[in-house]
Nanobody, 124 residues
Framework: VQLQASGGGSVQAGGGLRLSCANSGRTFSNLGMGWFRQAPGKEREFVAAISWSGGSTDYADAVKGRFTISKDYAKNTVYLQMNSLKPEDTAVYYC??????????????????WGQGTQVTVSS
């Protein structure tokens, strides 16, 4: 499993971005997938996760209602649509995968694979 994150950038508060995480390794049909973020001087924190089937999703309270995680099996890619961005969303965003296929495992930090980060900067 090789995860490649992209889509970061700079945006004004209230704007949106879509992050992508492409898996160039084995198919992620049985992988739980998710996103974490790390702001300067802070610990890495959970953002969102989706189960292997796509039938279950989980979000951090700080992003619930603004962010949406989804999977495209044909493209072996997971997306994080981020709307109504706030300056406090500024961070490096990392995609992650878990062999158990569970979104709950991702939320608990039981990550088997990490992608490289992509920077998101939100200005006020």
């Amino acid at each position: 499993v090789q995860l490649q994150a992209s889509g970061g950038g700079s945006v004004q508060a209230g704007g949106g971005l879509r992050l992508s995480c492409a898996n160039s390794g084995r198919t992620f049909s049985n992988l739980g997938m998710g996103w974490f973020r790390q702001a300067p001087g802070k610990e890495r924190e959970f953002v969102a996760a989706i189960s292997w089937s796509g039938g279950s999703t989980d979000y951090a309270d700080a992003v619930k209602g603004r962010f949406t995680i989804s999977k495209d099996y044909a493209k072996n890619t997971v997306y994080l649509q981020m709307n109504s961005l706030k300056p406090e969303d500024t961070a490096v965003y990392y995609c992650a995968a878990d062999n158990s296929g569970s979104d709950y495992a991702i939320r608990a930090g039981r990550v088997d694979y990490w992608g490289q980060g992509t920077q998101v900067t939100v200005s006020s």
